[in-house]
């Protein structure tokens, strides 16, 4: 019996010089759509060259010949993938990628898929709250609900930056990163003082981090700014790494050991549905 061609052709595709793109199917038996590839080869060509090719210089880049490469060259264009620079540039990446690129880390970013949960959380402890991300040595604050007591005056984000060894935020990331990655953090930003209780010391850090690790939340106990404390958890991807970490803030009258044990327990609770809800994002 004859064997069937696994070449199943796609008129919507055919090129000008009479060849026909279409199904193929590989070793491992998956299907892949010929004309879709190339355009993918010429996408990854322009990104290398990001001054642009001409026609024949990308055919030639992609093993195409000219009539298949402006085919596909003009889709592109009309779908706002490729700008045509002139004739002696040529052709280079558009706009419409970067939006790609862009909607897709937003879709992906902590602070964007939590905000609604932040908020109802900060609603619910009748605080405020904040989410924060590392970024090289620096502490970013993607996130800040304020609580309903408005006499709090808390740190200035700029402040925040550097002050890991002093906050709440920065200590749940600090918690489970690698020793060598503290040291460079510490050694670049340093382990300034900023109230009576603020942890000074190398030794006293790693002592503090050991500590959050132990409880499963960290605590600034009045080590940014007297009178407030801060309590934070971590946030963690697929495969147990932390990516960023949230927390709540309330004055120092408040902190009873009853206080301080059921905000934990609600922390706790919360970093763990925060956490399966990056988790269902990342598949």
């Known amino acids: 019996m004859k064997k069937e061609s696994l070449d199943i052709p796609d008129v919507s595709a055919a090129n000008g ?41 990308l055919a030639g880049r992609v093993a195409l010949n000219p009539s298949t490469c402006h085919h596909l060259i ?3 264009v009309s779908r706002g993938y490729l700008v045509h620079l002139g004739r002696s540039r040529g052709y280079a990446l558009a706009q419409k990628l970067h939006e790609l690129v862009r909607l897709a880390d937003q879709e ?10 932040l908020r109802k959380l900060g609603e619910r402890l009748g605080h405020g709250v904040q989410l924060a991300v590392l970024s090289e040595t620096s502490l970013l604050t993607k996130l800040r609900y304020p609580g309903p007591d408005q006499s709090l005056n ?23 990163i690698p020793d060598t990655e503290l040291v460079r953090i510490i050694s670049s930003n340093g382990l300034n003082a900023y109230t009576d209780n603020t942890i000074t010391s190398l030794s006293g850090l790693v002592e503090e981090l050991r500590l959050v690790r132990r409880r499963g939340y960290a605590i600034d106990n009045e080590e940014m700014k007297d009178g407030l404390i801060c309590m934070g958890v971590a946030l963690r991807e697929v495969g147990g790494a932390v990516i960023a970490s949230f927390s709540v803030t309330f004055p120092a009258e408040l902190a009873t050991e009853e206080y301080r044990s059921n905000l934990s327990r609600s922390l706790i609770t919360a970093s763990h549905d925060f956490s399966n809800t990056l988790l269902k994002h990342s598949h």
Do not use: C, F, Y
């Not at 004309?35 to 090719?53: K, M, N, T």
């Not at 970013?109 to 949960?117: I, M, N, R, W, Y």
């Not at 200035?156 to 918690?175: F, P, Q, V």
């Open 108 to 117: 992906a970013d902590p602070a964007e898929l939590l905000k609604h949960d």
């Open 17 to 57: 010089a009479g060849q026909t793109a279409g199904l193929r199917v590989n070793h491992a038996g998956a299907r892949h759509i010929q004309s879709v590839g190339r355009a993918l080869d010429i996408l990854e060509a322009l990104a290398i060259e990001r001054d642009g090719l001409t026609l024949s210089e």
């Open 154 to 176: 808390e740190p200035d984000e700029i402040t925040k930056m550097t002050a890991l060894h002093a906050t709440a935020t920065g200590k749940a990331i600090l918690a489970w």
């Open 74 to 76: 003009a889709t592109l």
